[in-house]
């Protein structure tokens, strides 16, 4: 079991460290143009390449956000609840978000297959395989659904999900664990 975590974690920590690549990126590429104009260049593809990134940033770090509370949670209803109507209702919402997110996985990965079967390209000034921003996404996605799913399970046989660890854990030590 310690195994499967190892993996589990390291897998959302690479999707973090995807997302944090596409975010250095974006700011390559914009850099890149400022500095192009001063010189009377232009970046064929720049704008295109910086939403593809941009795509990539929020998508590929779902999941080790989420493993580290970093996500907003609303404790409305729940957070009022105690005892078996509280472990009930967040089975309830994991549940729900698992499903959501793998069907946004589900999507975008149909979206990519669709879109390398049929050899589509972006309509930029460069025509990029767009199969590839979109696969990214999905990728992002379906991490961020078997991380949901992770929680579901570590919930429904009794262990406390890394929501509500990373909520419980005091601000110093997630100032640690950051770096």
């Known amino acids: 079991m310690l195994l499967i975590r190892r993996a589990l974690d390291a897998l959302y920590l690479l999707g973090g460290v995807l997302g944090a690549v596409a975010l250095a990126a974006i700011g390559i590429i914009i ?19 910086t939403a593809f990134s941009v795509a990539a940033s929020a998508a ?24 078996a109507p509280r472990f009930g209702m967040e089975a309830l919402a994991l549940l729900l978000a698992t499903a959501l997110a793998a069907f946004f996985a589900y ?20 025509a990029w395989k767009l199969w590839v921003p979109q696969g990214l996404v999905g990728a992002g996605c379906a ?37």
Do not use: K, N, W
Not at 108 to 113: E, N, R, V
């Open 31 to 49: 850099a890149t143009q400022v500095v192009g104009r001063q010189f009377g260049a232009t970046v064929l593809g720049a704008d295109d390449l």
């Open 60 to 83: 590929l770090p779902l999941a080790y956000a989420f493993r580290h509370g970093a996500h907003i949670r609303v404790d409305l209803i729940i957070g009022r609840l105690t005892g």
């Open 107 to 126: 999507s975008m990965i149909d979206l990519a297959t669709d879109s390398f079967e049929f050899e589509d390209v972006a309509q930029g000034s460069v």
């Open 143 to 179: 991490l961020f659904a078997l991380c949901l799913l992770d929680d579901l399970v570590v919930h429904l046989l009794g262990g406390t999900p890394s929501y509500r660890r990373a909520a419980e854990a005091s601000a110093l030590e997630r100032a640690g664990e950051e770096i």
